[in-house]
Every structure is written in C-alpha cells, then in structure tokens.
C-alpha cells in the first residue's frame, strides 16, 4: 500500500530516491529527502496536526513557509525536545519525531475541545474578568488556567547542543535569496562590494525555486543556480543558508539566526545547532517577500483551508497534492496560476470563486484555461466538515462586500485555498524606524520613507511580477552598492520574463458576511484563536488604539507575529471604527521578527564560560590547599581555608587569631593598582585625594580618600611615592575601574594640561600581604637588602628590594591593625613569593587567611569597607573630616558645605558591640531608640558589617547612626524584623583593638 | 641571595600540546600557542612631539607610531599603539628590567613614563586558516584583510575580555595580549570556541 | 547596538564603550568662586532634550579615550564625535 498517497511519483526538487522515516504522534511515515515535516505529513494524508491555542479546535497545515499560525508541533524527544515549531520550516530527517501540541490525549479526540461548547463564553478578556477577583486567589486560578493553555512543553534537560555567535560586517546584507534578492547580490557583488546574503531556506532561489516562471527561456531554478555558482565564486559574499533575520537595531546592526544543524538528526561534533549573527552592514536591501493572506469567513480555519500560494509550493516544490478536489477563494489574479498549477499536479479544481465581479488579467485567464468554472462576484461564505473540510458554501457577493444575494451553492471539497491578497513583508523595514505606508492598489502596507540606510526590493516593495522583482533587485543592488561606496556599481540588464501582462486590479475583500441564520467563527488571527467578533467586541469596549487592541485580544501576539492575521484585523478594526485602514495603523514591529532560542541569544555564554573570572597568580596554590572562593566582581578571592575536619567558622576563627598572635599571609593581589608618573603626579593627588600630598617623602605612604563631585566619598587606599615625580596609587578591589576610569577622565577632558601619565599595573604585581607580631621576623628571612627594623622602615614606609631572589616593592601597612607589611612582586613570581613565604614563616606557624579573616581583622580595626563607603556616606561621615585639607582645591570640595551634607544629624560611623556582651548583631539591620515604638519605627542608622571577634571574644559590629559620635555609650536597638531578630546594642568607638596604634607601629 | 626564579606563565597548569576538536582531513583549522619570556612596556608621552619620538627611536631603535591601531618594528623589538600618547613595546630580546631601565634613562629630560608590565599580560598567538573566523566568535573588530591588515593592532574586546589583537608578519598570525588575571579565562575560551575548526595546541614560544 | 565612531580607532560597537554623562556642560574652573546655586546646576541639574544631546563616552573596551559625542535621543543616531577638546560639531552627515 502506498504510504504517501497524497505524493505524485514524479516533480518536484525532492529526492524521490531517499526515503526518510517519520513518526507523527506516534505513527510512523515516510517523507523524501527535500521534505519539510508539513510536505511529508500532507503527502501522508495527514490533516490534523494541531490543536488551536485557546478553543482547542483541530488545525491542519495553513501555510508553507515561515508564516504558518496553525500547524506548531513538539518536535524531538528528549533533551533536544522543542514546542511551538513550525511544521512548513522543518526539513524532514530520518528518524525524525513529532507530536502534536494543545491536545490530550489526542489531536483527534482532544478533551479541551469543550472549550468550544462553551467558547461564547470566552470573549477577549475573559480570564482577566473572570478571575480578576478575589485578587489573592490568582494564583489559584493561574495553575489551572495554565494547564488548559497550550504553549508545548519545555524539555527538563539541559541543553546538550553548542550555539555559537559570530560578529560580521559587510557593505551590503542582503535579506533574502529568491528572485529580488538574488539579483540584488549579483549586482553588488559584481561591484566588488563585500556583501552577506541570508536566506532562511536550505537552497537560495525563493520562488524561483518552483513556484515562477521561466528567464531566459530556462526554468528560474536554473538562473538561480546560475546566479548562486556567480556569487559563490565572489571572494567577498557570503552566502548564509537557513538564516533568519530577526531583528533590525540601531545604526544598521542586523541580528540572524542560523539554524546549522537543526535538519540533522543531531549535529555533528563539535558544530553548533545554532548561530546567532550580529552584523554590521553599510546598506541593507531588504528583499524579504511577500506572505498571501486569507479571508475572514465563518469556519475559515478548518484543516484543508490552505494559503493557495502554499498549496502550489507543495504541489510544485514537494510533489504533494494538498487534497484530492479543491475550489479556489480569491480577491486578486495570482491565485489563478496557482489553481492551474494544482490542476496540472492531479488535484481536481472544482470552481474558481472570484470576488471580483469581473474578469481576471489576460494572463491569469489563460493560465486557468477553459476546463475549469469560475464564479465572478462570488465568495466563500461558510465550510463545512467534522475534523477536516467537506465542502465549502459559496454565494454571490454584493458589491460593497457586506451582504450576500442569491442562495448558496455548496461544493464539495477537501481542499480551500484562499488568496486574500500579499502583505509585503516589511517588519524589518519598520523595525529599522521606517513607517510603512498603506497601498489602496495592494489593500497592503508598503515600505515607507527609510530611516536607516536599507531599501526594499521585489515584493518586499510591492513589486509582484517576476520580471519586476528581478529588476528590483538588480537596482537596489546597485545602489545600495553605490551607497556604500562603490560609485562605478552598475544595475545588470534584467534577464528576459515572460511578458505576464497586466493584471486585474484586486478587489480589497476582509470580510465575507456569514450566510443568514448561521452563528459560526470567523478568524482573524489563527494563531491565538481571535475572531471578528472579538475585535468588534474591543472596538465597542473602547480599545480603539490599535496598540491597545492587539493587547487586549492577542491578535497578532503569537509565535507568526500576525503574519496572515493582523492586516485583516486592522481593517475589520477599521470598519468597526468607522475609520479607514492608514488612519487605524499597524502596531510596532519589534524584533524578532521569527522566533529565536534562548540558547541561541545565550551562545556559549553559560555554565563554566557564562561571564570570565580573574585569578591572581596565586590561584592555583589557593586551589591547592583547598580554599573556598568568593567572587569580588570578576576576581575569585580565597575566603579561608578549611584544614581537614574543620569547619568554616573554626578555619575563619583560627585564621584570625593566628594573624593577631603570630602571622598570617593573605592574597591581596585584586586591589586596584595605578601606576602614577609626570612632573605633575603630586598636584593631580592634590586634586583627587581630599588630604594634601605635597610632603610625601620618597619612600614614604599615605592613606588617601578620593570624593565625588558631590561630595560622596568614592574610594579610598594608600598611595606611595616611589620616586620624585613616581607614585603608586592603590584602590579598593570593587573601585578599581571606576577610579581608572575616574582619574581618566579628568586628566583627559578637564586637566589635560597637567603631565601627568597613568596605567593600571593591577595585573603587574603579585600583591601578599603579611601580618602579625611575628610579620617582621619572616619578612627577614625573605630579603637581605632591606633593612626592616623599626627604626629603618617606619609605618608607612616603603622600600623597592629583592625578595626570595625576585626584585619587588615593600609596603609597611595594614589593614588589620597589627604589624604588617604588603610585597608587590611581578605576577610571574607571585607564587614562588608566596611558597617562600610559607617556608620563611614556618616556625611562626605562619597562616594564609582569606577574606572571612579579612573581614573580621579590618572589622575590629574600624576600617571601612564596601558597607560603609556605600555611596552615600561623606568623608566626614567615616571620620575622615579632619583629612580634608581646607588649604588646596579637591573633587568635591565644593560641595561639601551643601546643607545636606552639613546637617549635624548626618548618619555616622560607629562601633556597635551587644548590650549583653554575647548576642550576635545582624548584618543590615536597622537601628532604632525604642523598638517598641508604634510603626513606622524611625530608622536612625544600619548596621553595616557585623562580625564574631575571636580575639575580644564578643560580637561587633559597625553601623552608620543618625549622630553617632555623638552617642557614644547609648543602648540602641538593631532590628531585622524579617529574621526576627532585634539587638540592644551599645555604640562605641569604631576602633575595637589597639585604638592607639601601638601595633602597627611596633 | 636566592637565583632568579624561573617567570611562571599565568597558563602553566592549562597548558597541553595536542590537537584537539573537529579537526578536518586537511589539518587542524587553528593553531595556538603562548608567547612567554617576552619583555612588555608600557610607554606613555606626548606623541606629538618629534623630540619625544626622537628619543624613543634613538633608545630602540623603533618608531612610536602616531597613527592609531598601527605598530612599527625594528630589531626584534616592536611598538604598538594603545592612545594618542600610549604604546606597548614588546621585545623578545631584552630583559624586562633592562628594557625599562635603559628606556627611563633615554627618557629622562621628556615628559613621559615607562612602566614594565611584562607579567601582566598573556600573550597567544592565533594561526591558521580558521584563525579570524575564530576571533569573529567573540570580538567585534572587523577582521576582514582590507581591515585588519598585517602589522596593525586594535584594541576591543574577545568574550567580554578586553584584548589587545596585533596582526603580526604578513598578517596570518594574531597575537592576543589580554591580562594575566584573565589568562586562563581567555584560554578557555579560545579552546572551547576552536573545537569547531579543530585545533592544535603548539609548544609555548620562547619570546 | 550603537555604532559610535571613536576618534581615533574608527567606528566600534558600543560594548566597547561605557557612558560618561552629560557633556553639554564643562567642568567650572574655580569651582571655589561659584555661588551655591551655580554650583548646584553644574552638579545636578541635567537638561533632558528630545534631539541633539552632547554625552560623554569612555572607549574602555579600546584606548580607553574619552570623547564626546552629539547623539540624538529619539532616533539614535549619533551625529558627530570629537576629542575633548576639540569642537563637537552640531551637524554633519556620517558617511
């Protein structure tokens, strides 16, 4: 028995040799090499594909291109598993598997389908009016509402396919490689002009394919291939198969999708599925095409009712007869060569039905022949047919198109097609801020006046004929080539058409009355099931906005973006309206203009490679000894490191105390480091830093503050100067790139008189800190030719030696408050810096710590951090005020006497320590007089870093206060309600251990 | 007094030679490889002045480029154009130390500043045939020849780290200077974007 | 994704760029002598136009340049840029 019984043994550009395995919903078929999944399932007799997104009712195939609302399936299984594909744009492999969506248990006897029954019940709205109250019942409602929509089922595994991205740039892109945008290509490209052309198809060619006529007196698929062998052999084109525009941005950046491998079973190692590219044209041509449309008429979406331009493509593409007897619904002359051509395939064509009420063009008439009847004035009013059509009802059709005369006349059939006119496919055009205009000639909205530099060409245009596209093509070409800069680009002579003479005008029909008596649906928009009686519905409900409409009803809203839906819905808009079509508008047209995975937008962006990570040239020692990592922006820190059987707080704990009692060494190769040079190096700190810097000796350091213009403090650190007009700039790690970017700026646009050169060396030095009572005895053990006593290298002191045999800098701060000092070594040797140290320090049991430590030691020093220079705070807020130098100019100066940052209410920093000596202080909590007071409670400050000191013994915190230094031993309350939590804490000195610096100096 | 250790390259762990990917019967489609030992200066002053130039070409040997995205080379030594009054020399036949020393005492009486960032870049060299679709994967640049042409630089980005890109010799060889702390990152990505055009890992180059 | 012309290296995306503020307004010279309000405006009070709008650019992901840039706000089209410095013209075609 013949599996393909809807196939004819011959034509076609399938390979009737190979034949490919199928399964549909379980079943299995057969297809041929060349197939999409719609022209096998149609050649297979298959009729019912899917079920529509609200009512549930059975949908066949509509289309067979990119503009297909109705026939979505679930393709593959598994992993790879995909909803909401289009049947007409998958290219059939072998082993390929489908199933229907929008239906349980089956697309043939579908239990949603009782939302038909009670479909009148269902107007545009109705589940925001229907279960709008109780608002707190929503999402009740939503989990079983979402359970009736049908949107396919995302797969549950992780995507095991690679997408790629690539950037491309180009003179010219052309958009589309049938007739227009072939000619187009060969016209730049014969210019010389470096030019992307992207079709969404396999093969370049479009209709030239098997759906035009003859050039040259050879079949057009051979002056495609022609063209195509031409442009291959162009060193500077680039053809992209299976490549779909999609968005159309700013400044000609153009985005597309490639789909690589998705007509394999698989792709093979190491390719992607899936390419997105970002291209950067010069001129654009876009020769997108043209999608016919159909009519509204009651039961218009039955399976059989078919686009008459798709019926010809399966017929003369697929050799498929889309159905075995059909009758042909038109309002303009191309349906007529349609219908001849599925005459010629095998398909009886019953009648012709014309809305016009006279006579087609010279060439449409005699391309339908004699054999067949026609119906002038006439239109189809209803179909008939239980899960796919039966028949059609046709009468005759008034001259304003409102009304019916005459009785009506039934054909049986099993195939509809309907030509209700072409819409120039012009959404990239408007995406690039084009306005498209409306064509009375075409009842269709053409491209508009450009914005960006792109121009339409061939149908895209308007333009219909062969001949015209063709001639289009080449003169968009060479202009946009011309545009581009490639003056001397001539338009190719045209290659000869068949004269097709000049056609009738079409007749602009939306809306066929539906007979008397007969309550039946008639679409608008397949996809998402809107009907005129919905638009009307919102029209009288006031949504009279177009923008409003389509939100209101969905129209236009689905996967096909309104392909074949919106241009009718506007006009039965416009009626409702009593407006004209041009005066309702089209909604805006926004990328994509087809659909696109996530996975291809995400590229290789995810998982191990979703953003780069910074590591210190310690890095691999950290791993080694099993650091747990932080990130600090891009970079990974270590935050402590567990010994085995340890726990977190007992490797934090011991890491802190060992620093406090003996040594410890820490990576603090992340702080921003900015290399300073130039006659003027000492005045541009005068002006960045709010302290002065004119008597920083050589050798010496100083901790600076830097403001903003406001007046906010924006980072601090120390900075050392190395040599007479050389200083060395150190920021926090979260700053860094602001301050770089900062100190740019002015020395670029406000000071660029100053010689003064800068560069961060960030990456240049391996930076180590070292702390504790013992720091020093380890530190002399590691160089020789410096000498590190007291006397020699003060707090604050700087020195350039050797350490461990490799040339670095040595810095006497701290951060923790205890004896300590920081080597800068060239990266490279960051890590023999370190392994030495750890051998130096061995018999002080020398510790590495990380940023849990860190945090705690600055903490019980009162050093700020990110939480208190939080973008809000000023100099004088942290206690910096007296820095400020009232005797030069600084960023920001000038706004410090603003009232607000005047006012002695200001929040400032403070200690906190728990009133109970015991209680730990939540981080963040809000501080507060009297926790009891009615709400809302004033907030009078926050805690801002909030620690266990394990050398106090006791929990600590700082916080900003309303007042704070004014508040010494006042009892306050830190509330954090979400935790339930709430402290009495007492606030104090910010500086827990050593407030007078005794260690540090030692 | 301890020897000079050995420089560790930011790559040392990651780095193995082989071929790796969907290599193609003609041969891996890219070719990689580490640039180590190699002296990086970071040069700054006032390009506009000829005296300035002077000196720099007297102490190298070698012109600072005036036009943007452009590098002159001279005795192994090669200067790339970062800004208006930014270079990077790249040598590999100098000692970090004494390239920035002896460039510093040329300098001396001009505005300007040398600052020896040897050990904060990593350097890969991108060869083969696939080599600019490669880069395309993840830097905007163009790389077309009539673009990005032998001996010229450009500063931009390659999978969100920024990169400096230096078309050396005729042109078929990139080589990539991204900062140290972004090394491995970087290499993770080349090696996971080249597995489509297979690729080899080659030894490291000794300058 | 803009395509902003750096000075110097040409045209480049805009991920190659961050954005640096009004430059509209240039830094006074002696913040010191200005009145409080002067001040004030320079600090905060930005105008919001619907056109021609002078912004500040900072080529990071390149030579790290700043410049200025003339880009109209409701087509995005930018229609000139300069160095700091140099004048920013009001008009001009891009090629």
New interface residues.
Partial sequence: MNGQPFRNAEGGIIDHDRSLGFTFNGRRHQGFAGDTLASALLASGVRRVARSFKYHRPRGIFAAGEEEPSALVQLRIGARTEPNVRATRVELFDGLVANSQNCWPSVDFDLGAGAAWVSRLMPPGFYYKTFKWPGLLWPAYEHVLRKLAGMGVAPRQADPD?Y??????CDVLIVGGGPAGLSAAIAAGRAGA?IIVADDGPEFGGSLAAEAGPIDGAPAREWAAVAVAELTAMPYVTLVRRASVFGY?????LAISEHVADHLAEP?????RQRLW?V?ARQVVLATGATERSFVFADNDRPGIMLASAARTYANRFAVRAGRRCVVFTNNDSAYGAAADLAAAGIEVAAVIDARPGDPGPAAAKALGTGIERLAGHAVVATRGGGALTAVEVAPLNESGDSLGGSLRRFDCDLLCVSGGWNPAVQLHAQA?GRPVYDDTLAAFVPGPS?QAERSAGSAKGTFTLAGCLADGMEAGAEAARQAGFEAAETPPVPACEDEGEAAPMRALWSVPPPPGLRRKRFVDLQTDVTQADVELASREGYKSVEHLKRYTTLGMGTDQGRTGNVPGLAVLARSLGADIPQVGTTTFRPPYVPVTMATLAG??IG??F???????MH?WHETAGAAFVPAG??LRPQFYARPGEGLWDAIYRETVAVRTSVGLCDVSTLGKI?I???DSAEFLNRVYINAWSKLGIGRCRYGVMLR??GITLDDGTTSRLARNHYLMTTTTANAGAVM?HL??FL???W?EL?V?I?S??????AIALAGPDSRKVLERLT?DIDVSNEALPFMGVREG?F????GRLFRISFSGELAYEINV???????LWEAMLEAGKEFDITPYGTEALGILRTEKGHVVGGELNGRTTADDLGFGRMASSAK?FIG???L??PGLTDENRKQLVGLVPADGKTAIPRGAQIVTDPDQALPNPMIGEVTSACYSPNLETPIGLGIVAAGRARMGETLYALSPMRGKRVAVTVTNPVFIDPEGERLRA | MPEMPQRCSALFDAYQTGTFGAVPEDGPGIQLAERRGLAIIHLAGPGGDENFRTAVKGCLGCEAPVIPNTTATADGRCLLWLAPTRWLLVSARDAPGDLERDLSAALASHSGAVTDVSSGRTVIRVTGRDARQLLAKGCPLDFHGSRFKPENCAQSILGAINVLLHATGDGTAIDLYCARGFALSMWEWLTDAAGEFGYSIDVAIQG | MFNIRCPWCGDRPEIEFSYGGDASRSRPDAPETLSDDAWHDYVFIRDNPAGPHAEYWQHTGGCRQWLRALRNTTTHEILATAAPGEPLPLSGERK
């Fill in positions: 690679r790629e991205h690539r950037f491309a740039h470096r941005y700013d400044h000609n950046g093979l190692p190491f390719q992607p970002m950067r801020q914005v290789r962006e191990h490679h953003q780069p990570v910074r590591r210190s040239a691999g891009l970079w290399d040079q130039g006659a213009e406001d970017g740019e700026y670029q646009v406000v660029p010689d050169h560069i060396v960030t990456e240049e030095w391996a020789d050797t461990a045999g490799v040339p060239p990266a490279d040797y960051g890590q023999h100019e100066k000038r706004s006497n603003r």
